[in-house]
Nanobody, 129 residues
Framework: HVQLVESGGGSVQAGGSLRLSCGAS????????IAWFRQFAGEPREGLAS????????WYSDSVQGRFTIYQDKRENTVYLEMNSLRPGDSAMYYC???????????????????????WGQGTQVTVS
């Protein structure tokens, strides 16, 4: 059973930046696709970005394209979400999630669905004022 841990959330002013980190207890084919989601109160989780960790293929939702970057540091076994030009509307709980490669392959056509990911971190709060 894979465990994910996020860190890096916090409070920032509009226009500022934050970098979120996602580490895994172990890396297997069930963590080939790492994704970031966010959740607003009372709403389902919104898929923002995904990364196929064996090939560095990334996908972004329209809401974050051009502002957020997902990337990995293989030496540190960590996937990051660099968030720039933050807006108050980006304030939410952010989660990283993991699943098999297929979820990353589907993303450009179908987007990301929270129901397709089997492993989740505990979440980290981002507040933009």
């Amino acid at each position: 059973h894979v465990q994910l841990v996020e860190s890096g959330g916090g409070s920032v002013q509009a226009g500022g930046s934050l970098r979120l980190s996602c580490g895994a207890s172990r890396w297997t084919d069930s963590t080939d696709c790492i994704a970031w989601f966010r959740q607003f109160a009372g709403e389902p989780r919104e898929g923002l970005a995904s990364l196929y960790t064996r090939g560095d293929n990334a996908w972004y939702s329209d809401s974050v394209q051009g502002r957020f970057t997902i990337y990995q540091d293989k030496r540190e076994n960590t996937v990051y979400l660099e968030m720039n030009s933050l807006r108050p509307g980006d304030s939410a709980m952010y989660y990283c999630a993991a699943d098999h490669r297929a979820q990353c392959l589907r993303a450009p056509v179908y987007g990301l669905s929270q129901y397709d990911f089997h492993a989740w971190g505990q979440g980290t709060q981002v507040t933009v004022s």
